[in-house]
């Protein structure tokens, strides 16, 4: 089926580990974005991509890193993490807004111990 | 820049009972407005926007939400609510670039 695809779904990191999260998606959506859910926060936008290239900073960005060597995939990584960076993790995709709203991935639930 | 406001962080109703979910937007541009729905341990999916035109929008499931500039609303209505229907919805907004801001989430609990 076309959408949003993450991987992994569930993992679980020690403080300081290193690990990458990936998104993948088959609609040739230009735009990418990464965010995280924690309770009673609402979503919260950590990177976004505007092309195969390019990368920007979101509302909470430190403590992470982002690629998008190719348009379909877009990489989070988080290069020594830390307990507060235990959450649910949701990348999604995009045309332009006017034309529509985001399709979601299914999501990552990240604990960091 | 633009933020979303839901006013109610729970919901509890019965069922076949009518709801609304409350979402107020401040922008000082042109917004489109969504509503986004998400089911325990899923993803959001959306359930319906405004993007130009008629200010009310309805999806196929029964809500409807209606665009509101002069009070900046953009509340969720539905007239009878079933059990299936108990899930986070949330609310956002663009207020001109391409990113979507959310709102806290109103957590709907529907009961018999």
């Known amino acids: 089926n076309a959408g949003v695809t993450q991987t992994p779904k569930f993992r679980v990191l020690k403080t300081g580990q290193s690990m990458t999260l990936l998104c993948a998606q088959d609609?040739?959506?230009?735009?990418m974005y990464w965010y995280r859910q924690d309770p009673g926060m609402g979503l919260r936008l950590i990177h976004y991509?505007?092309?195969?290239?390019?990368?920007a900073k979101g509302e909470v960005p430190d403590g992470y890193n982002v690629s998008r060597l190719k348009k379909q995939n877009f990489l989070l990584g988080l290069e020594s993490a830390a307990p507060s960076q235990t959450s649910v993790y949701f990348c999604?995709?995009?045309?332009?807004?006017?034309?529509?709203?985001?399709?979601f991935g299914s999501g990552t639930r990240l604990t960091v111990v | 820049a633009q933020s979303v406001t839901q006013l109610d962080s729970q919901v509890p109703v019965f069922e076949e009972a009518p709801v609304e979910l409350r979402c107020n937007y401040s922008?000082?541009?042109?917004?489109?407005l969504f509503w986004y729905v998400q089911y325990p341990n899923q993803g959001l999916q959306l359930l319906l926007k405004?993007?130009?035109?008629?200010?009310l929008v309805e999806s196929i499931n029964g809500f409807e939400a209606e665009f509101n500039k002069s009070q900046t609303s953009f509340h969720l209505r539905k007239p009878s609510v079933h059990i299936s229907d108990t899930a986070e919805y949330f609310c956002?907004?663009?207020?001109?670039?391409?990113?979507?801001?959310f709102g806290t989430g109103t957590q709907l609990k529907v009961e018999l």
């Open positions: 999604a995709s995009s045309l332009l807004i006017r034309l529509g709203g985001y399709t």
């Open positions: 609609m040739n959506h230009e735009y």
């Open positions: 991509s505007v092309g195969e290239g390019t990368t």
């Open positions: 922008s000082s541009v042109s917004v489109y």
């Open positions: 405004y993007l130009s035109g008629s200010t």
């Open positions: 956002a907004t663009t207020g001109g670039g391409n990113k979507l801001t």
